[in-house]
């Protein structure tokens, strides 16, 4: 039996249940024993209809353990092992994976439409009906079974509290800079939201040599953490204008790079009029089902030469960039401890999505131990 939090329906509260039946892993498959887990907005967004899901499901998709058992087949992990969660199951075989695209690999599209494994099933059982997860992983539960090809191993002394964070918040937002913009040494990035995803933006765009980094945020608490994690200047959202405002710290061109990272209609049409002529609008928040990009195509685009770009999962290549990432957090790049606003147990999970709603913290990190 495993305690674990489970959605069940559009706006609900989180359920702790502490009666979940744990299957054992299949052929190709982990059972992982987690050690913390990120809190996200994407989890919010499954509660808040954003993002639709099936239920009853477990959330969580940000998250870190030890390998407890493997399945069938599954030689490159062993009971013991530490691991990040990767929310993409990157196979390494399907047409994206070959071509360096592992964060659109087909085997997630069943994991994400069924919220179940790679076959569609779950291995999750209460109250005598199956328990669905979020995008292949669940780590909103003490136990959970995922498939080999989503685990990425990682040094045992490397603090599996930080490891979570680093499963959708660094990987996304360091992504975006580094892999989905290839920020260029000297560019001027402007980020719209410095959340847990988009402070993590800013700090890849750091990484990446960007000259000037303007970050975008309502709160003030987020505007300076912002700074603390390379931000060069700052605009409050809620004061003026914010197009106006980045127009004028970048001689009325606008910024080479423009990030969205909250998933507001208004702030995607704010994050593409900000983005210079030839620059790049790259839009990682998950908006609703109905927001659209609407650009007039001749003097919006065409005569602009903008590219208006999606991101998903920061194009990360999880088995190349979590080591990278460690790497970079070892020589001191990479701030991870600072993301950490509050650490919880699971039973506060639905205060998290309270304090989330406020913009005031980076991330609530739920620790098992
Ligand atoms: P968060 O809630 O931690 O941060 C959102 C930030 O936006 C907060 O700091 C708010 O203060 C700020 N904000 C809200 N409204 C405005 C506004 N109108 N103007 C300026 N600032 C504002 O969220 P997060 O960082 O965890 O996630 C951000 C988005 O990224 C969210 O939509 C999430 O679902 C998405 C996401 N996408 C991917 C992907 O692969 N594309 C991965 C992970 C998360
Ligand atoms: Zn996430």
Redesign the pocket.
């Known amino acids: 039996m495993a305690k674990a939090a489970v959605l069940t329906g559009i706006d609900e509260p989180l359920e702790i249940r502490d009666d979940v039946e744990v299957e054992q892993p299949r052929a190709g498959e982990v059972k992982v024993r987690m050690a913390a887990s990120g809190v ?3 989890d ?2 499954m509660q808040n209809g ?2 639709m899901a099936p239920y009853p499901i477990i959330l969580g998709h940000e998250g870190a353990g030890v390998i407890e058992e493997v399945g069938e087949g599954v030689t490159n992990l062993a009971p013991g092992d530490h691991v990040v969660i990767s929310w993409v199951p990157q196979c390494g075989q399907c047409f994206f994976c070959q071509r360096d695209q592992g964060h659109l690999c087909e085997a997630a599209n069943t994991t994400m439409l069924t919220g179940g494994l790679l076959d569609g099933t779950t291995r999750f059982v209460s109250r005598g009906e199956p328990l669905r997860q979020m995008a292949a992983a669940g780590t909103f539960s003490e136990v959970t079974v995922i498939p080999a090809i989503g685990a990425v191993k990682i040094p045992k002394d490397f603090d599996l509290k930080l490891a979570a964070l680093i499963g ?2 660094v990987l ?2 360091t992504g975006a800079a580094l892999n989905t913009a290839r920020i260029r040494k000297g560019d001027t990035a402007a980020v ?8 993590n933006v800013i700090q890849g765009a750091r990484i990446a040599g960007a000259a000037e980094i303007i970050a ?4 003030e608490t ?1 505007l300076q953490m912002a700074k603390d994690f390379g931000a060069t200047a700052s605009v409050n ?2 004061q003026a204008d ?1 197009v106006g405002q980045v127009m004028a710290l970048t001689g009325q061109r606008g910024a080479d790079v423009a990030f969205e ?4 209609q ?2 995607i049409d704010q994050t593409i009029a900000m983005t210079r002529r030839g620059g790049q609008a790259i839009l ?4 609703r089902m109905e927001a659209m990009v609407q650009v007039p195509a001749f003097l919006g685009l065409v005569f602009q030469e903008k590219t208006i770009k ?5 194009s990360s290549n999880v088995q190349r960039d979590v080591p990278k990432l460690i790497d970079l957090y070892n020589k001191g790049e990479l701030k991870l401890d600072e993301l950490v606003s509050r650490t919880i147990t699971l039973d506060q999970v639905n205060e998290a999505f309270e304090t ?1 709603k406020t ?1 005031e ?3 609530s990190v739920i620790s098992y131990t």
Request: charged content about 5%; proline content about 4%; overall charge positive.
């Open positions: 996200c907005h994407s919010l967004s954003t993002m959708c918040g996304t937002g719209v939201g410095c959340g847990g995803v988009g402070l975008v945020d309502m709160n987020k959202a809620g914010p990272v909250i998933g507001l208004q702030t990682v928040g998950v908006p999606g991101c998903w999962y920061g989330m913009g913290v980076a991330r």
